[in-house]
């Protein structure tokens, strides 16, 4: 029987799943209330639940020397609403930004209006497309996977002030690469 929190990451780093079960009864409503109470959206914080005890299972980057598995858990879960909320906010600004440049909003359904919306979003995808391959990437990864830049980091092995340094050139020359298509239209 798996009763301390220390012999429950010894059975994870194991890789015996009955451990998993063990650690997601013990601690989940914990985890859940944290999301629960920063995001304020159920949906949200039952995603954000399953991923921490899954990121738990899969990286297992607890040590115990650091603290006690329920702080680790608080800690990981306050951290992840908090970019999940930033991401959002970030990426509603700038969705809503492009939105009103690239594609004002359409009161009629005519023909020359779909075609017109058809040819805006082939000047976004042909911007996209004139991306070097990171910045493309990074952005990909943040706006259309909703990964935080810490998690992208961590998916392309790279630093996190290098990620951050290829969003925000992704995003300066995804403005350039728009206006310049629209100048040559």
């Known amino acids: 029987m798996l009763d301390t929190d220390a012999e429950l990451i010894q ?3 194991a890789g015996q799943t009955a451990a998993l079960g063990v650690v997601y009864d013990r601690y989940s409503k914990l985890v859940y209330g ?3 109470k920063i995001l304020g959206n159920s949906a949200e914080a039952e995603d954000l639940t399953q991923e921490v005890f899954l990121t ?3 990286r297992n980057t607890y040590q115990a020397s650091r603290g006690s598995l329920s702080s680790y858990l608080s800690t990981v879960t306050r951290s992840r609403a908090i970019d999940r909320l930033r991401v959002g ?6 969705l809503n930004q492009w939105s009103d440049e ?7 359904t005519t023909p020359f209006d779909q075609a017109s919306t058809l040819e805006r979003g082939e000047l976004v995808r042909c911007a996209v497309a004139m991306l070097p391959e990171m910045q493309r990437r990074v952005l990909e990864l943040s706006y259309f996977e ?7 980091a961590q998916f392309l092995d790279a630093p996190l ?3 951050k340094t290829w969003t925000r050139k992704g995003l300066l ?3 350039q690469n728009l206006q310049s298509l629209r100048d040559s239209s």
């Open 11 to 13: 059975a994870l780093q």
């Open 34 to 36: 944290i999301a629960m």
């Open 146 to 152: 909703g990964l935080s830049q810490a998690e992208i």
């Open 161 to 163: 002030g290098t990620v």
């Open 173 to 175: 020359q995804l403005s």
């Open 56 to 58: 738990l299972w899969q």
């Open 102 to 108: 690239v594609s004002p909003p359409i009161t009629s």
């Open 89 to 94: 906010s970030n990426r509603r600004r700038i």
